[in-house]
């Protein structure tokens, strides 16, 4: 999990470190929380056709390492997406993603919450990225903000309609908390010294978690880091303006998991645990006045599920010379629609809107039975040139694709073998 701040910045050259990229074990799941990305008039417009710069590195990255942006949300300056490693795709289900604005004094949507919430094996999971009210005198206010983010935060699932109700919740985000109290020479000389603890028990959240209810329930590793605001940009000092800001942790990743009091039946079939691993921030980049903070966590889970409600393959030999076929068998019951559809995709593949090309699955099928249906695919929607494919089935109702096939070669059309056609596509492309 990563969240930070960037304050309108465009994304730096090499995130590697940021994402552990390098690290000799693959997460299952990314969870990326943004603050502040740029989103002025024309840049914000540009961002609702294409992908922000930030979607589009984080996705050009794990892509190619087999990973694909789930679901994303945006409203303004708050940005949060959600990766996962293509075999476990097919078992996060019913995806939903919402937003909450806030804000004070007149600036309203400039602070809030944006949240995407899913089914994981069977286990519901919430993430929510906020950004609330900033300044050292409004402790409360920010946990105004968060209550009413928890309050009107709904969803069109039975299972968790709410935010508390999902099994495990994820709280992270630029909450804006700071260090009250001590003076700016005694913080900097903590710092200085690595002295942390010295600090914990005049940092604002930790002090409102004694005495608010909704955050009680809430955990968090200890801030064994520098605090990661405010920087001077594109270097490694504290706020030297005439303003002098006082250091403070206000990025930062809490979670919930569902306290035994309130735990359901299938809470004990299906166990979940979590451990934190790692909680730290990154500070080698200096590109905002925050620095990075991530959370690197293991979930032990038993499965509820462990089929995916669809299979399905490509028929046969798949070209743009010949009408295709897809074969699929539904696995289990689940609620399909005239809005369901399955795609094309290229072998490595970056997000569930990457497809080549699409068929609408009610529309275009040709015969089926109770176990085994065949979708009729043009040879006009396939791509002349050839390639490693994967046939995805997206459902509708459950927001998320349920099946996919195994990789297949789509052959080069033998129209690109023909000179006359080779001819006029470079002049086509010469006049261009």
Known sequence: MVTWNVATADPPDD???????????????????????????????????????????LMSLLAPQKYIKVSSIRMQGLLLLFFSKLEHVPFIRDVQATYTRTG?????????????????????LCFLNCHLAAHMKYASERVDEFEYIMDTQSFDC???????????VFWFGDLNFRIQDHGMHFVRICIDKQNYSLLWSKDQLIMMKQKEQVLQEFEEGPLDFQPTYK??????SYDTSA???????????????????????EDMEYPL?????????????????HKPVIGIFTLELRKMYETPLVRLRAEGDWSADIDAMVVYSPLQPFPSSTWDWIGLYKVGFSSVSDYITYTWVKDDEVAFNEEVIQVYVSKEEIPVQGGDCV????????KCIIGISEPFQNITSQVLHSPNVEAHESLALYLV
């Open 15 to 57: 995130v590697t470190t940021l994402l552990h990229l390098n690290s000799p074990k693959n997460p299952d799941l990314y969870v990326i929380g943004l603050q502040e990305v740029y989103s002025g008039p024309l840049r914000f417009v540009s961002d609702a056709v294409f992908d922000d710069p930030w979607s589009y590195l």
């Open 243 to 265: 303003k002098k800001r006082k250091p403070a942790w206000t990025d930062r990743i809490l979670w919930r998991l569902r306290p035994k009091l309130k735990q359901l039946e």
């Open 391 to 398: 046939l995805c089935y997206y459902c509708n109702a459950l």
């Open 273 to 289: 645990k979590i451990r934190q691993d790692v909680y730290t921030s990154i500070m080698e980049y200096s590109i905002s006045d």
């Open 104 to 124: 004070l004094f007149g600036y309203w949507g400039n602070k809030g919450g944006v949240s995407i919430r899913l089914s994981f094996y069977g286990h519901t």
């Open 158 to 168: 039975k299972r968790a309609p709410t935010i508390v109700d999902h099994r495990l």
């Open 231 to 236: 920087f001077d940009r594109n270097s490694e």
